[in-house]
Nanobody, 115 residues
Framework: QVRLVESGGGLVQAGGSLRLSCAAS????????MGWYRQAPGKQRELVAA???????NYADSVKGRFIISRDNAKNTVYLQMSSLKPEDTGVYYC?????????WGKGTLVTVSS
């Protein structure tokens, strides 16, 4: 099994910045595709950003130019640098890892952006 632990969430004012981290441990055998999703109460979970095993990235249109996803394969860690935060960015952010077609999820970290 794979364990994912997110950190870095908190309360920030609109226009501010925040950096999320996700450390993966357990039965990880190689670099894997990883991503960040977010979910607000009563809404479905949505993809925010993803990064492939080779470093390719893709972003939700709503965060392009503001968020940057990166990874450190040696540490099995993925990051999400968030800038120019907006109230609509508020939600629980979840880390995701895909290995051999199986999805693994962290517990989530709450990001609240005040207006």
């Amino acid at each position: 099994q794979v364990r994912l632990v997110e950190s870095g969430g908190g309360l920030v004012q609109a226009g501010g910045s925040l950096r999320l981290s996700c450390a993966a441990s357990g039965s990880i055998f190689s670099a894997n595709a990883m991503g960040w999703y977010r979910q607000a109460p009563g809404k479905q979970r949505e993809l925010v950003a993803a990064i492939g095993s080779g470093g390719s990235t893709n972003y939700a249109d709503s965060v392009k130019g503001r968020f940057i996803i990166s990874r450190d394969n040696a540490k099995n860690t993925v990051y999400l640098q968030m800038s120019s935060l907006k109230p609509e960015d508020t939600g629980v952010y979840y880390c995701n890892l895909v290995q051999w077609g199986a999805d693994y999820w962290g517990k989530g970290t709450l990001v609240t952006v005040s207006s």
